[in-house]
């Protein structure tokens, strides 16, 4: 059996979808997950590489407390991989010494590769992305933008929707058959390359688009300066499948078109309809026209949503189909049991032939 560490760092909202238990539901005969909360200690998000270094360089108590607590835990389980999820605490110095198969599971590239991935790329024996593309007026993969940068292996895996995320009991009978009332759904933090879209959807749509995020002092801040205003609420994770299963459409946005939001899964996963931006890479992850459809201009994007209003049957159509794909291919679990199987390969590659265990990896 394969002994994976998943280090993440959890907010307070995330510990009730990331959790001991829900690691030990996706362990199986051939991987045993057991969840490490790097942030407990530290109690913060380091998001940028000099921040890390000046703790590490002071020796920061809660850092090495956490760094201690992470290698007496390799120890007592034997563990033979290092998953690091999103916010990477780790310095290359210390990941070096680790006796294990480290892998660096970036998700916040390209907007900050160079503050929190390239820094650190070159201490992890592998690195993993969820983006497809670099960007979207520059035709190279991420992977390969990653080992440009110094990775010794990088694989794409989709960001996934996890089991909090969405209804596992939802039907195509219900998406064909069931009400929704939300005509157009969008749930997301503030990005200020964003807001002058959405503004225009809601200009367009008014009451019809429903908008919801985190968006907090940063817009308010923002557009009280720029003399705009529109009132966004949050919206309490409890609700969060509730409030996607009863939408009609959902706009999707990308910062850079770097195309591979969790919202990209999450949508259809809940029987939402997607028009999503990244018109040209939409093939990589969903059939365009069949199971999402793209646009360039938010002007395509409203034209599409006016259509879709008025033609029901081909909405649920869409709908259907990208439900059916994603929830064949897209949900998280499967996703980590892939990007394993490309673990194994890298393990082998480097002579690791046999678990701490002794189990072989082939």
């Not at 979808?17 to 997950?33: A, G, I, L, Q, V």
């Not at 690195?127 to 993969?141: A, F, G, L, R, S």
């Not at 807001?195 to 919801?212: C, E, S, W």
């Not at 026209?289 to 395509?300: A, F, L, M, S």
Request: with cysteine.
């Amino acid at each position: 059996m394969l002994k994976i560490i998943y280090s993440a760092g959890l907010r307070e909202n995330d510990r009730d979808t990331y959790n001991d238990d829900s690691f030990k539901k996706m362990s199986t005969s051939d991987y045993e997950f057991v969840l490490f909360d790097h942030r407990k200690h530290l109690g913060r998000i380091i998001e940028n590489a000099w921040v890390l270094d000046d703790l590490y360089r002071s020796r920061d108590e809660k850092l090495f407390r956490t760094y201690d607590e992470l290698k007496r835990l390799i120890d007592s389980i034997k563990a033979d991989v290092l998953l690091v999820s999103g916010d990477n605490i780790y310095h290359p110095e210390f990941i070096n010494k680790l006796d294990v198969y480290s892998v660096l599971m970036s998700s916040d590239d390209p907007n900050s590769s160079y503050a929190r991935t390239v820094p650190y790329i070159w201490a992890f024996d592998h690195i993993t992305c969820v983006n497809v593309q670099y960007h979207k007026d520059i035709p190279v993969k991420m992977t390969d933008k990653l080992i440009e940068w110094g990775g010794r292996r990088a694989t794409w895996i989709p960001y996934g929707v996890v089991e909090r995320h969405y209804n596992p009991d939802l039907t195509e009978e219900e998406i064909y058959n069931k009400e929704r009332t939300i005509d157009l759904l969008y749930i997301g933090a503030f990005y200020r390359e964003k807001v002058d879209a959405l503004l225009k959807l809601k200009k367009i749509f008014g009451n019809k688009f429903k908008l919801y995020g985190p968006w907090g002092l940063k817009f308010w801040g923002y557009y009280l300066l720029q003399r705009k205003w529109i009132w966004v609420n949050f919206l309490s994770p409890n609700l969060f499948v509730h409030t996607y299963q009863n939408a009609k459409i959902g706009i999707n946005m990308h910062l850079s078109g770097e195309l591979g939001n969790g919202r990209l899964y999450q949508l259809p996963m809940n029987g939402v309809m997607q028009i999503c931006d990244c018109k040209d890479a939409l093939s990589e992850v969903f059939e365009p026209g069949k199971e999402i459809v793209g646009y360039n201009t938010i002007d395509e994007a409203i034209e599409l949503i006016e259509y879709y209003l008025e033609h029901d049957e081909e909405r649920k159509k869409i709908a259907a189909a990208g439900f059916r794909k994603a929830i064949k291919n897209y949900k998280y679990s499967d996703i980590l049991y892939n990007m394993l199987r490309e673990v194994k390969k890298g393990m082998m590659l480097d002579g690791i032939n046999y678990t701490k265990d002794g189990m072989a990896l082939n």
